[in-house]
């Protein structure tokens, strides 16, 4: 947990599309998936495990550097839990690119950068992260977040 | 001796489809999919460049750990070459799911677990990983790696 993730502003630009297929309804698509991460973002840097929640679909998975992947809404909302225990995040999101690959599919690459603080002890650090989101759209039209892994691009701590 | 096929087919393709489409050509992706994961397994454990990039795509996407996002198959080939440089690795990949998502594209979520050993000073360790590969199929008709990430699902070393 030593290494963490992201969060805030958005900066929506220079998006990719490569390979994806576009259309009006892939924009519409777009924007709610955009405000997704925002959503994202913002909960995370809130340390709000019930708002992250909203954003995963109940099968989602949820792949946190230094601990074992998190199979399903129990377990992951106790790897952000546990997260939010331990940091403190301050990032902002930049999203690279979005490819939308079905009319239920998605995935989004982003890389995050800010400050970690440790709970435990206030420590402050910059974080600097790369994240790979697959989404799916639910039963209900909304985008969520279906798998979802990060790592820092940071070199190994000394 | 139909009976028995049904249920050798139907163990095989026992694995977690979420929202997937399924089909007879499906299973011949799924098969091609996982020839792929195996022969990267072998390129890693060989440290051989050459062979990872013939499984990419030119346009793939390398998000390896403690480093920059690395796009396009220059870019991707120079990060392996640093890796392969650095360490040696011996791992195992074990197939946690394939998820066929359109006709040309999937995604797969693996673990591999073994040991690493730092080349510059022979010390091995433990080395426990996730990973999110994203699959697209070239006009060629071969499923190539579009896009890969992974992280240590290991503590923080102290």
Do not use: C
């Not at 790897?79 to 999203?95: E, H, Q, S, T, W």
């Not at 759209?137 to 940071?154: C, E, G, L, P, V």
């Amino acid at each position: 947990m030593k290494t963490l993730m992201q969060s805030a502003i958005i900066a929506v630009t220079g998006v990719a599309l490569s390979g994806g297929v576009v259309s009006a309804q892939n924009e519409a698509d777009r924007g709610q998936i955009e405000a997704v991460i925002e959503s994202y973002a913002t909960a995370l840097n809130a340390s709000d495990t019930d708002k992250v929640m909203r954003l995963y679909r109940t099968d989602g998975v949820f792949m946190p550097q230094h601990s074992p992947s998190s199979i399903g809404a129990e377990a992951v909302r106790k790897a952000y839990d546990r997260v939010f225990k331990a940091i403190k995040l301050d990032v902002d999101f930049k999203i690279e690119e979005i490819v939308q690959i079905a009319p239920n599919w998605a995935f989004v690459r982003t890389n995050s950068a800010g400050f970690v603080t440790i709970n435990a002890t206030g420590k402050k650090a910059p974080e600097a992260n790369q994240e790979l989101f697959i989404f799916q759209k639910s039963d209900n039209n909304m985008w969520k977040i279906a798998r979802y892994i990060f790592s820092t691009t940071n070199p190994p701590r000394q």
